[in-house]
């Protein structure tokens, strides 16, 4: 079985610049978390969905991040404007249940922002 | 006081030692208990959970203490591949999700 996805697993983009990230969970996954990971301050967990709606945003940094999760099998983390502060491992992570299970992660995005 | 805290390290240890990581946490509604393993450059995965009656899996021993609200990982015989760092998650309290900031082991030959 494919386990999570994400794209790109690579971006470089100037500040100022729109960013999309896109993660596929694994099939049948009813929980997704979006993590921000960097040397400073570990990992963060951004937002957090169930049955495809977000139960808890509160790690969401400000108003230019934005996550959506239109359905089961796929779910985007939008930061506009970026900026170099953005430059970060971003991860996605799904589990079969709650938020009490385990977690299962993609490969990561690697976002620089210049 | 951080709701998660691990030390940072790093543990530098030999070959074939045994080392123990400990997890503090604050929020007493924490419901369950992992601990993950992070390769340099690569994703979190899953080592083991964390049950309250402790439990064990191979060389690797997890434990709860809910009264001192810590967990620990306990590794034995050290292997070069141990070496990573060890993240501790904490989660279903109050549907919070906590990670610590992980613990890095370096296993020396």
């Known amino acids: 079985d494919a386990g999570v996805i994400q794209s790109p697993r690579h971006e470089v983009t100037e500040m100022g610049q729109e960013v999309t990230l896109r993660c596929k969970p694994i099939s049948g996954h009813n929980s997704l978390f979006w993590y921000r990971q960097t040397m400073m301050r570990g990992l963060e967990l951004l937002i957090y969905f169930n049955n495809n709606v977000p139960i808890d945003d509160s790690g969401m940094p400000e108003d230019r991040f934005s996550a959506k999760m239109p359905n089961a099998s796929f779910s985007t983390l939008k930061i506009q404007p970026s900026e170099p502060r953005d430059s970060a491992v971003y991860f996605c992570?799904?589990?079969?249940?709650?938020?009490?299970?385990?977690?299962?992660f993609g490969p990561g995005t690697r976002l620089l922002v210049l | 006081r951080k709701e998660v805290e691990q030390d940072p390290g790093p543990f530098n240890v030999p070959e074939g030692a045994t080392v123990a990581f400990n997890c503090t946490y604050s929020?007493?509604?924490?419901?369950?208990f992992f601990w993950y393993r992070q390769d340099c450059r690569k994703e979190p995965k899953l080592l083991m959970s964390?049950?309250?009656s402790g439990n064990e899996d191979g060389r690797f021993t997890a434990q709860l203490n809910r009264a001192s609200q810590y967990i620990s990982l306990l590794i034995r015989d050290s292997k070069l591949s141990d070496s990573a760092t060890y993240l501790c998650l904490l989660s279903g309290g109050y549907q919070k999700v906590t990670f610590g900031t992980g613990t890095k082991l370096q296993v020396i030959p």
């Open positions: 964390v049950y309250s």
């Open positions: 992570a799904s589990s079969f249940g709650t938020s009490k299970e385990t977690q299962y």
């Open positions: 929020n007493s509604a924490s419901q369950s």
